[in-house]
């Protein structure tokens, strides 16, 4: 089989701009990285990225594209309605409405079907809308135009199948009955790896498997970086309110999910493809590059802003700013030494420059 190439694109809030950043620096000193990718997958803010760039005939376009969308994250972010409802904790922080209007800026009508390059985004559907009502359930779903999925999504507006993916609870409202798909696959990697698999696998023979295809693909993933962290000792009996709302670590809970599984996909590529096929781009980082929008506590966060009152203007009125100048910072300074090797030497440039569309 020729060769396949996949690009992941981890969650993350407003740091997926260090990652979209990494990549302009790829692109600029090795030409023809993005349209040399089959696939471009992502998750909840990687989600909304892998969707930009799949949707311009040259994703090195795309990917200035989706880099000016998040520098002009703030136009969206410091939008919130029903502002006491969302700080009480009986509604969403924010409105998706202001996020829908900008991303659509970007992508327009367009549909899956009209995309010139194979995506998937990962989001939960809470309804599975089964026909037995004992067997309904929320489900884990890849949002995609790969041929695997039967066509099952190809009518949907990229804007919307992109939002699926991005809708964390208690940030945003649930839309169109999904949620962030963050809360299972922040590192989409695996995912798409084994929605590649199945789509390529030999079905004329029963029980068919696809190791034997795994040769032919490579996975570049690209996290939004490590942060240091730890719980410290003494917490044996924490209790909800402080596995979420501690002052010190809001949202311990599922920022310690989220990290740990993502650290864990990493680990099953890397066996499954080994070193040649697998690269996980991760930089370090500080704290201050954690997940700002994508969970913390509303009523710490009123209380932060204002603790800060003495700050700069800027930050008063974008209280993302301090995360989105890091951000630029890391993904304009960090160390791309290693990765070129990798790309020069295991081959994924030789799966050709031309863009790669989408299936008909």
Same mark, same amino acid.
């Given at each position: 089989?020729?060769?396949?190439?996949?690009?992941?694109?981890?969650?993350?809030?407003?740091?997926?701009?260090?990652?979209?950043?990494?990549?302009?620096?790829?692109?600029?000193?090795?030409?023809?990285?993005? !349209?040399?990718?089959?696939?471009? !997958?992502?998750?909840?803010?990687?989600?909304?990225?892998?969707?930009?760039?799949?949707?311009?005939?040259?994703?090195?376009?795309?990917?200035?594209?989706?880099?000016?969308?998040?520098?002009?994250?703030?136009?969206?972010?410091?939008?919130?309605?029903?502002?006491?409802?969302?700080?009480?904790?009986?509604?969403?922080?924010?409105?998706?409405?202001?996020?829908?209007?900008?991303? /659509? @800026?970007?992508?327009?009508?367009?549909?899956?079907?009209?995309?010139?390059?194979?995506?998937?985004?990962?989001?939960?559907?809470?309804?599975?809308?089964?026909?037995?009502?004992?067997?309904?359930?929320?489900? #884990?779903?890849?949002?995609?135009?790969?041929?695997?999925?039967?066509?099952?999504?190809?009518?949907?507006?990229?804007?919307?199948?992109?939002?699926?993916?991005?809708?964390?609870?208690?940030?945003?409202?649930?839309? @169109?009955?999904?949620?962030?798909?963050?809360?299972?696959?922040?590192?989409?990697?695996?995912?798409?790896?084994?929605?590649?698999?199945?789509?390529?696998?030999?079905?004329?023979?029963?029980?068919?498997?696809?190791?034997?295809?795994?040769?032919?693909?490579?996975?570049?993933?690209?996290?939004?970086?490590?942060? #240091?962290?730890?719980?410290?000792?003494?917490?044996?009996?924490?209790?909800?309110? /402080?596995?979420?709302?501690?002052?010190?670590?809001?949202?311990?809970?599922?920022?310690?999910?989220?990290?740990?599984?993502?650290?864990?996909?990493?680990?099953?590529?890397?066996?499954?493809?080994?070193?040649?096929?697998?690269?996980?781009?991760?930089?370090?980082?500080?704290?201050?590059?954690?997940?700002?929008?994508?969970?913390?506590?509303?009523?710490?966060?009123?209380?932060?802003?204002? @603790?800060?009152?003495?700050?700069?203007?800027?930050?008063?009125?974008?209280?993302?700013?301090?995360?989105?100048?890091?951000?630029?910072?890391?993904?304009?300074?960090?160390?791309?030494?290693?990765?070129?090797?990798?790309?020069?030497?295991?081959?994924?440039?030789?799966?050709?420059?031309? #863009?790669?569309? !989408?299936?008909?």
């Amino acid at each position: 089989m020729p060769r396949y190439n996949i690009l992941s694109i981890d969650g993350g809030g407003v740091n997926v701009l260090m990652s979209l950043l990494l990549l302009r620096r790829i692109e600029e000193a090795r030409p023809g990285f993005l !349209a040399a990718c089959d696939l471009f !997958a992502g998750t909840s803010a990687g989600g909304i990225s892998a969707m930009i760039l799949a949707a311009d005939e040259d994703p090195a376009v795309g990917l200035d594209s989706a880099i000016r969308f998040w520098e002009k994250s703030p136009s969206f972010v410091r939008r919130a309605r029903h502002a006491a409802a969302s700080f009480a904790g009986t509604a969403a922080l924010f409105s998706n409405r202001s996020l829908r209007l900008a991303l /659509q @800026q970007v992508l327009g009508d367009k549909t899956l079907r009209k995309l010139p390059h194979t995506v998937l985004v990962t989001s939960i559907q809470l309804d599975s809308k089964a026909s037995n009502p004992e067997y309904r359930s929320w489900r #884990p779903r890849s949002l995609s135009n790969l041929e695997v999925e039967g066509g099952a999504y190809l009518n949907g507006l990229a804007v919307d199948i992109a939002l699926r993916s991005a809708a964390a609870p208690m940030i945003w409202p649930v839309y @169109q009955g999904y949620v962030d798909g963050g809360l299972f696959a922040n590192d989409p990697s695996m995912l798409a790896l084994t929605r590649v698999l199945d789509e390529r696998r030999d079905r004329s023979t029963p029980g068919g498997h696809a190791r034997d295809i795994l040769d032919d693909i490579s996975l570049f993933s690209v996290g939004e970086g490590q942060v #240091p962290h730890h719980i410290q000792a003494g917490t044996e009996n924490w209790g909800y309110w /402080q596995w979420m709302f501690h002052r010190k670590r809001q949202g311990a809970l599922l920022e310690l999910a989220l990290n740990s599984t993502a650290e864990a996909i990493s680990e099953q590529c890397r066996m499954l493809l080994g070193d040649h096929q697998y690269y996980r781009l991760n930089p370090d980082s500080k704290p201050l590059t954690g997940r700002t929008m994508h969970v913390f506590d509303p009523i710490s966060f009123a209380g932060s802003r204002l @603790q800060h009152a003495t700050t700069s203007l800027e930050e008063l009125v974008n209280p993302l700013h301090a995360a989105l100048a890091h951000a630029r910072d890391v993904g304009s300074t960090y160390d791309l030494t290693p990765v070129f090797p990798w790309i020069d030497d295991f081959g994924w440039l030789e799966a050709g420059t031309s #863009p790669t569309l !989408a299936p008909a």
